[in-house]
């Protein structure tokens, strides 16, 4: 599962240097307002375009874009494969603010949290590198 890969990997390495904070935006919701950077001076990644759902019809892996809301993700996920995850119900909510912090829904007593079943992420590192990160590759930044 895609969760946070941005075409603004270089705006964030600027950012970086200069001690501002960053945040990817994937349409979460918070009082602190933090998927807006939570304070006045933050850089936010707009993740608007990543909202894709692709689901391998061998593997019945899926590739899911950051900002695709969890109704998208139902969706995506049934019309392609009749399949599901776990995952709370407030369908305005992005997967990439679902996944990264848990993901707990109806579901999750029987199959787990969302991000139990994250297999591979592509992320933006504050050097404004991209790379993937998974069981085999960057383990210390993936988290199982």
């Known amino acids: 599962m895609g969760v946070l890969l941005s075409h603004h990997h270089s705006e964030s390495k ?3 240097t200069y001690g501002i904070p960053v945040q990817s935006h994937s349409r979460g919701h918070s009082y602190g307002s933090y998927s807006l950077g939570g304070k006045d001076s933050a850089f936010v990644i707009d993740l608007s375009k990543m909202n ?7 593997t019945w892996r899926a590739t899911i874009g950051g900002k695709t809301c969890l109704k998208g993700v139902t969706e995506g996920l049934y019309n392609q494969g009749k399949c599901t995850i776990a995952q709370e119900m407030c369908p305005q909510v992005g997967i990439g ?3 990264t912090v848990g993901g707990q829904g109806p579901l999750s007593r029987m199959y787990g949290l969302t991000l139990d079943h994250i297999m591979e992420m592509k ?8 790379t993937k990160v998974n069981k085999e590759m960057n383990l210390d930044l993936f988290f199982v």
Request: hydrophobic content about 50%; glycine content about 4%.
């Open 97 to 99: 603010r679902q996944a």
């Open 52 to 58: 894709t759902i692709i689901v391998n019809q061998t």
């Open 123 to 130: 992320v933006i590192l504050t050097d404004g590198t991209i």
């Open 14 to 16: 600027i950012a970086t």
